[in-house]
């Protein structure tokens, strides 16, 4: 029980008392002040009645106000662990999660075969380079002036013909992150907390990482995950790779805060 409470029950307890008394002596002041032993009986079985009926019915209170604030108490520290288990449960799961991640980017490998001479063979981040690599030169290509639809179709085509060139190795990277991206989002916990596990899987990636990941959720269009990807900020802090890659990043996600821009440091730098 608080100390306002406890001040406000006081001074009621008071006032109850003083309006029992006042009536009284109003009554038989004129009689002065009695020296019998029977008329201070008298007094005191008027002041018991009637302060202890009071009495009675406010400890009848207290009891239920103590009773209603140690059950809101038994409320919250039941709402607390519960939501302490459910942090708990997940990040258990999300840093599993994130090592799965990790080691499947490292597994990523691709080889190129070599009539009469070694073959080349590209793994992890140098296989994500030289993927990158080619993905920009028919990225940068894409016609820019047609419909949204027109130029993420384009996008597409592009894309699955750049993946299926290597072997479709990238995909199952790319699945497993987007599966992972919404085991955060469907989660439990509080929507302001989504955010900071997001971002530490997007501090995860690479530069190389992220723009890879950029076409494979524009090839693969799905309204309510590329929101979510926006809402959290997800491609804000990619590098600029081109004017081309600039304008579309802004194209498919016009509420993002990019901030590398081409155009802003070719600017800068006239």
């Known amino acids: 029980m608080g100390t306002r409470n406890i001040w ?15 009536p009284y002596y109003i009554t038989f002041h004129s009689f ?20 202890g009926t009071v009495f009675n019915f406010a400890g009848v209170i207290l009891i239920y106000l103590t009773f ?47 009539e009469g001479a070694p073959n080349e063979v590209y793994e992890g981040i140098m296989f994500l ?9 028919v990225m940068d290509e894409v016609d820019l002036s047609g419909s ?4 993420q179709q384009a996008i597409r085509e592009k894309y699955l013909e750049a993946i299926a060139k290597q072997g479709a190795t990238l995909d199952p990277h790319f699945r497993f992150l987007n599966h992972f ?17 997001t971002d530490i899987i997007q501090a995860q990636m690479s530069g190389i990482e992220l723009y890879a990941f950029f076409y494979h959720v524009t090839a693969h269009w799905d309204e309510p995950h590329i929101n979510m990807l926006e809402r959290v900020g ?14 579309q990043k802004r194209l498919f996600f016009p509420i993002s805060n ?13």
């Open 8 to 22: 406000i029950i006081v001074i009621a307890g008071l006032l109850v008392i003083t309006g029992c008394i006042i």
């Open 32 to 51: 002065g002040v009695s020296t019998s032993n029977e008329h201070w009986g008298t007094f005191g079985d008027y002041i018991g009645g009637v302060l």
């Open 68 to 114: 209603s604030e140690q059950q809101r108490t038994t409320i919250q520290m039941f709402r607390e662990q519960q939501d302490q288990d459910i942090l708990t449960h997940f990040e258990d799961t999300f840093f599993n999660m994130l090592s799965v991640q990790r080691d499947l980017f490292k597994s990523l490998i691709f080889t190129i075969r070599r």
């Open 129 to 137: 380079g030289k993927f990158t690599r080619e993905l920009q030169i």
């Open 148 to 151: 949204v639809k027109a130029i």
């Open 181 to 197: 991206l919404r085991y955060v989002e469907e989660s439990d916990i509080f929507p302001p907390e989504k955010k900071k596990y």
């Open 234 to 247: 997800f491609f804000e802090y990619m590098d600029s790779a081109s004017l081309a890659f600039d304008k």
């Open 258 to 270: 990019f901030k590398y821009n081409t155009e802003e440091i070719t600017m800068g730098m006239v």
